[in-house]
């Protein structure tokens, strides 16, 4: 029976390390997103307009990268868990909508030109709307998975590493933004050695810690920035 007891364990603990992985990626996504409006901040009136041009659409493959991978993986995901309830996924749902408004905004973004009198109020609005998708992630749905173990988050973790290699391989360009913007490259691949903590269960989350051990990855693929329908299972 002991013996029985320690596998039980064991498989617990795999499946918290890869459901700190995962939400590791998801909060790394965002501050990557939520970084490069600062950096087009920056650019707003000391940049020339293809510069500006050049790092909204960087912020177009961030942001897209990272709703396709919530959108294909991580939303379907909670949806066949057993042991997500109805509030959480009413919170699903309202991220799907806001999704969705937010892949609008880029379609409209990317038609338009730095000098446009709409374009930098149009990426203000864009900003405001991924910081409320990111509060939303980050304080409503995250930590209520903290102790769901029945999600199979070592085969969401595998499945999420494998389609962001995908979209890097296809997108790639779209990322490298302004010469003058690029950051350091990350590692694509979810860290073995990733976060162990666990993900707050108070008002607000945040990915477990030892940073260095974190998921890390070059700067997401673009997809291209077109309205999608909200899936709606």
Known sequence: ??????????????ERQARDEVVALLMDDHQQSLLAFRQYDRLRTS????????????????VTLHATLEEELFYPALRRCPDVGAA????????EVEQLVVRIL?????????????????????????????????????????QVASLGWQQL???LQRRREELL????????????????????????????????SS??????????????????PGMDCTASRVNRR
């Open 1 to 14: 029976m002991s013996h029985v007891f320690q596998q039980f364990d064991m498989q617990w603990q795999a």
């Open 169 to 200: 391989s296809k997108w790639a360009t779209e990322l490298q933004g302004d010469a003058g913007m690029q950051r350091a490259p990350l590692d694509a691949s979810v860290a073995s050695g990733s976060a162990s903590g666990s993900v707050a």
């Open 157 to 159: 973790a595998l499945d």
């Open 88 to 95: 959480e996924l009413r919170l699903v749902h309202e991220a």
């Open 106 to 146: 880029m379609a409209q973004l990317r038609r338009m030109e730095a000098q446009d009198t709409q374009f930098d109020p149009l990426v203000g609005v864009l900003s405001r709307y991924v910081e409320h998708h990111v509060k939303d992630v980050e304080q409503g749905i995250l930590p209520r998975l903290n």
């Open 203 to 220: 008002g607000s989350s945040s990915a477990a810690p030892g940073a260095a051990n974190r998921l890390q990855r070059s700067s997401a």
């Open 47 to 62: 940049a020339d307009a293809a510069s500006r041009e050049a790092q909204v659409r960087r912020i177009c493959a961030l």
